[in-house]
């Protein structure tokens, strides 16, 4: 009894709120390739739902669906408090990126040339950033992505590939007029 009007309060919860939940993971997250604001919501509905016969009726579900997500926030927060370091080794795997991208073994480029290939990434389509900032930033294999995603190997190394081929066109005329 408790399971089924619990489950059905969740799923009209979810239902009308969805835009409202969304707009609250993302103003609490940054998103990136591990942690999007649709992929967070949908780890905690699973959850709930999968869980719906095991809790009392649920009086407050807004209460309830929202303590649920900051508890996971809190989690996902605490889990990349190891990642602060990653600042000094992100500047490191820029200039690593950035040599493949201008074509140089120099580990010296202009602040200018790092901000344009920051923006660069930024401004990529979200498949094509996605792949560039977890191969290339945040240091995950292929097979880590596949398996996360589902996504076969042989299409991430080419969104890669496209991507890479997109941020040298993008940055080659920069690249002349800043040197």
Known sequence: ????????????????????????????????????????????????FTSADRYSPINNVAGFVYRAMR??????????????????????????????????????????????LKKAIINLKPNYRDIIIAIDFEGYTYKEIELETGIPIGTLMS????????LYKNLKSKQEIIS
């Open 1 to 48: 009894m408790n399971q089924s009007k619990n489950s059905e309060k969740l799923n009209t919860f979810f239902k009308e709120e969805y835009s409202s939940l969304k707009s609250y993971v993302s103003s609490n997250l940054k998103a990136s390739v591990t942690r999007d604001a649709e992929d967070i919501i949908q780890d905690v509905a699973l959850k709930l």
């Open 71 to 116: 508890n996971k926030i809190i989690d996902i927060l605490r889990s990349n408090k190891k990642n602060i370091e990653y600042h000094s080794q992100n500047e490191t795997k820029l200039n690593e990126f950035a040599a493949l991208i201008y074509e140089t073994t120099s580990d010296l480029y202009p602040e200018q040339m790092k901000e344009e």
């Open 159 to 166: 969104r890669r590939h496209r991507a890479i081929s997109l």
